[in-house]
């Protein structure tokens, strides 16, 4: 067996990668944050599966949004989902390109609202979240689950966690702790269907346009997974701005979002991050995850 | 007294055994110790045959099997022995049951192992290196053959059956990557494997540890010490009097990804982002 400071040395590796990610990856010229003068936006990002693609990714809008706003924007990569939550203040953020459950969080906690939604190359701004298992492991149900192990995403995801947490509930599941042998974060969405294939965990859970993304790079993953459960679709990433920055400016943001189609500039910097365009949000698209946090909180 | 019937002279095995003896000791009630005879035959059905024999002549309470091709041998006695099984490869597949046989086995999934190695650079021919003369050995390569057909990928089976057969292989036959299964035989053999490639060294993924260090890039297992825990747990709830058929058989699911990115960068362009953030551990 591989020595256990090798263990500790991957560990502290991804610690000092997280730390890196978060202290570093500010994508744009330096500036300060919004000051209500126009003189730049700082936006956080939440982290993806690979985030060196995404990093790239990201500067390429950065700098597409500074040049059409007129004002410099800045984006930075969060070290993990529900970070943003944490840092928001610490970081002076303007706003975030939020995943579902942080920015429904994020309204109430951090006086946020949406502004825009992203529409995913299968022109959808919605993902599920999907409970599965290995076809192999003949587990179809809540009831056959009982002493396995489970992997969810992190806590701070609808589709990775609130979601399989209110399954589990409506399926006579209240204590995860007790019901299951072992659960784990896997920190990723791609991640956690990794580990159900890998035999790591019996039951996993993640968003659909992850679960389906992978398997069309790789088919045999579907033919290996059973998707037990399904969730009702809810915003994928949302563009959600502090509520005390001027109205022109978020309208402007939101148009030149909406007009990305419209220029070869634009359709260039939508196909770079992966999305077909941006459309208005709006409050009542994050009222099943109200709903969802709702059934979580009974006791 | 205890028997103990290891397949081979595995690395994988010792340590397994290793973590059991460590096990059984601290387990038992003070000043009380268990004598036990070890055979590590040759897997070979006929000297499996004959250790088990040596140890039901011996009169042990029970016997304590590593392996496949050990655990069939002992099973196929049929002497009434209690036996626990330890490091069977997916037990329900050989039918490893009845009133006294129980045990902890492991399952890999070859298809996540290939899923990985595919991550990480194209593959159009797969060399596997099995050995006949271990069924479990055997499955692993009908389970590779019915992949690599389904993904219109070639596979070059390697058998080894002897030193010999080592000596045979022709280091052309590769491929874009090889396979090692977990056959004792291989693996107890694995310098001399890897030696036949030397200058034309392929991409090495297996369902054992890299014990030997010989460079595999990755592989997806289960613990070997944990199985040989879960064995002296059994053994003692057997000398306490219990019947093996009331104590439930375990199989473990608690895989370990290792990826050798230090071997893996020797290879050339390669993108190992998805197996670094996948992998339980990283050599560097």
């Known amino acids: 067996m591989m020595p256990e400071s090798m263990r500790v040395f991957l560990a502290a590796c991804r610690h000092i990668l997280c730390i890196l990610m978060f202290v570093l990856v500010v994508i744009g010229p330096s500036a300060s944050a919004f000051d209500n003068s126009g003189e730049g936006l700082l936006i956080g990002v939440e982290p993806e599966h690979n985030i060196f693609e995404q990093i790239e990714r990201y500067r390429i809008l950065a700098e597409y949004l500074s040049k059409e706003l007129g004002i410099n924007v800045r984006l930075t990569v969060m070290s993990r989902y529900g970070e943003l939550l944490k840092r928001f203040k610490s970081r002076r953020l303007d706003g975030a ?203 | 007294m205890i028997g103990v019937v290891m397949t081979g002279n595995t690395p994988y095995y010792t340590v397994m055994h290793d973590a059991f003896s460590k096990t059984l000791n601290s387990m038992l009630p003070a000043g009380k110790k268990v004598r036990s005879i070890i055979q590590k035959p040759f897997p070979d059905p006929i000297a499996l045959s004959n250790a088990a024999r040596k140890l039901i002549a011996a009169d042990v309470d029970l016997i304590v099997t590593y392996g496949s091709p050990a655990t069939l041998a002992v099973i196929n006695e049929d002497s009434g022995i209690p036996i626990i099984y330890a490091g069977v490869y997916d037990p329900e597949a050989i039918h490893a049951k009845g009133p006294e046989i129980t045990g902890c086995g492991y399952k890999v999934h070859l298809s996540s192992l290939f899923r990985h190695l595919r991550t990480l650079k194209p593959i159009a021919t797969l060399s596997v290196v099995y050995s006949t003369l271990e069924e479990d050995s055997v499955r692993q390569v009908n389970e590779l053959r019915a992949l690599t057909k389904e993904q219109g990928v070639g596979l070059t089976q390697i058998n080894v059956k002897s030193i010999r057969d080592i000596k045979n292989i022709d280091p052309k036959v590769g491929g874009d990557a090889l396979f090692v299964t977990g056959s004792a035989i291989v693996n107890s053999w694995i310098d001399e494997v890897m030696a036949v490639f030397k200058g034309n060294r392929p991409t090495v993924v297996s369902i054992f540890p890299d014990l030997a260090e010989v460079g595999f890039i990755i592989t997806l297992f289960q613990s070997p010490e944990e199985q040989g825990e879960k064995a002296a747990a059994m053994v003692v709830r057997v000398l306490q009097g219990e019947q093996p058929k009331n104590i439930k058989p375990e199989l473990l699911k608690n895989t370990e990804l290792v990826f050798n990115l230090k071997e893996a960068r020797s290879m050339g362009d390669i993108n190992p982002i998805n197996l670094i953030a996948e992998a339980t551990r990283v050599i560097k």
Not at chain 1, 155 to 165: K, N
């Open chain 1, 97 to 299: 390109f939020l995943s579902s459950y942080t920015a429904a969080m994020a309204f109430k906690q951090l006086n946020l609202e949406p502004v825009a939604m992203a529409v995913n190359l299968k022109d959808n701004a919605f993902s599920q979240g999907y409970l599965f298992t290995r076809k192999d492991s003949g587990i179809t149900a809540a009831k056959e689950m009982q002493g396995k192990s489970i992997v969810f995403v992190d806590p701070a995801t609808t589709e990775g966690y609130l979601f399989p947490l209110v399954w589990l509930r409506q399926n006579g599941v209240k204590d995860k702790e007790r019901y299951f042998s072992r659960f784990s974060f896997s920190g990723s969405h791609a991640s956690a269907i990794f580990a159900v294939l890998d035999g790591k965990a019996d039951i996993g859970c993640a968003k659909s346009t992850v679960y389906n993304r992978q398997i069309t790079k790789d088919p045999t993953i579907g033919a290996e997974l059973r998707i037990i459960a399904e969730s009702a679709a809810v915003p994928e990433t949302t563009l959600c701005l502090k509520k005390d920055i001027p109205g022109e400016v978020k309208q402007k943001l939101l148009a030149i979002l909406e007009k990305m189609t419209s220029t070869e500039r634009g359709r260039s910097v939508l196909h770079n991050i992966e999305l077909l365009r941006f459309v208005k949000a709006g409050d009542s698209d994050f009222d099943g995850i109200a709903k969802m946090i709702e059934i979580v909180e009974k006791p």
